[in-house]
């Protein structure tokens, strides 16, 4: 191999580890956002949870009340 040809592909691998190391940290930005975000969903959900159980319960506690107030009557 010539001096040209390895200084060719030395070149071509350095642009090529070059588009690595810019992908990883595009990736590694993307995935910091992603995981944010998850943790910002999880906490939607818990709180949404949250709001469901209590709906029930007032539910639950409501047909319990009619259903006294039918059997009173």
Wanted: charged share 35%; hydrophobic share 35%.
């Amino acid at each position: 191999m010539t001096e040209t040809h390895l200084s060719l592909e030395l070149k071509d691998f350095e642009g090529k580890l070059d588009q690595l190391i810019e992908q990883y940290h595009s990736l590694k930005i993307e995935n910091s956002s992603l995981k944010t975000k998850q943790e910002i969903l999880i906490q939607e959900k818990a709180k949404l949870l949250e709001k469901t159980d209590l709906a029930r319960t007032r539910v639950e506690s409501m047909i319990t009340h009619l259903k006294a107030m039918e059997h009173d009557s």
